[in-house]
């Protein structure tokens, strides 16, 4: 079936250092890849998206490669700030009818000043 | 435009009692979800509408969970009795079918407590 595997937390990162979030999937066909982010107190929210292969998603300084062929989509960031303290989650969906979410388990990232 | 509308925020209950979640979709989108997020997991997909009709409800405990959704817009999410282990927050979100990419767009969730 399919499924999503991130890395386990939480991640401590000292600001302006650089994090990677690793995000491997399984999964028939060619699903959409997504990492959404939950900021303490707050609700899901997609950060960015990826569609096929070889695509980049970017937003807020995060970025992530839609990797066909190790079946990975890392997340990265250049220099992490203390406002990027939240649950990072990585999913996938095929859109349309099979358009539900399957999430890995989450992966905290908590940035000290 | 206006997001996806839970409510209530927070509910406290005891086991084998009743509650029920309410959400609005935002305007257009045909589809609709509610997962079951239990502390320090991932969220997990309990049913999915298309317009007023079950898409996917395999993961559902039947027995004490149900869920509808009338006239293809706002829906209510049940759950009669509740045990120890419903303890979560129930999110819903909407997204638009045709064409789409698999975005969903999220509400803020509802927060259940079962003691």
């Known amino acids: 079936g399919n499924s999503v595997t991130q890395m386990e937390g939480p991640v401590t990162l000292s600001e302006e250092a650089f994090l990677t979030i690793n995000c491997t999937y399984t999964?028939?066909?060619?699903?959409?890849l997504f990492w959404y982010v939950q900021y303490p107190g707050e609700g899901l929210q997609l950060l960015l998206k990826a569609t096929k292969a070889d695509d980049k998603g970017s937003n807020k300084g995060f970025e992530a490669t839609y990797r066909k062929e190790t079946t990975s989509f890392h997340l990265e960031k250049g220099s992490v700030q203390v406002s990027d303290s939240a649950v990072y989650f990585c999913a996938l969906s095929y859109g349309g009818s099979q358009g539900n979410l399957i999430f890995g388990k989450g992966t905290k990232l908590s940035v000290k000043p | 435009e206006a997001g996806v509308a839970q409510s209530p925020r927070y509910k406290i209950i005891e086991k084998r009692q009743s509650v029920a979640f309410w959400c609005n979709p935002i305007s257009g989108h045909a589809t609709l979800y509610w997962y079951q997020q239990i502390l320090g997991q991932g969220p997990k997909l309990l049913i999915q509408?298309?317009?007023?009709?079950?898409?996917?409800d395999s993961q559902l405990p039947k027995d004490r969970f149900s869920a509808e959704r009338l006239k293809g817009v706002d829906s209510t999410l049940k759950i009669q009795p509740a045990k120890l282990e419903d303890s979560a927050v129930y999110l819903c979100?909407?997204?638009?079918?045709?064409?789409?990419?698999?975005?969903?767009?999220f509400g803020e969730g509802s927060r259940l407590t079962v003691l």
């Open positions: 979100a909407s997204s638009v079918l045709r064409g789409d990419t698999g975005e969903l767009f």
């Open positions: 509408f298309q317009n007023n009709g079950v898409v996917d």
């Open positions: 999964a028939t066909g060619y699903p959409s």
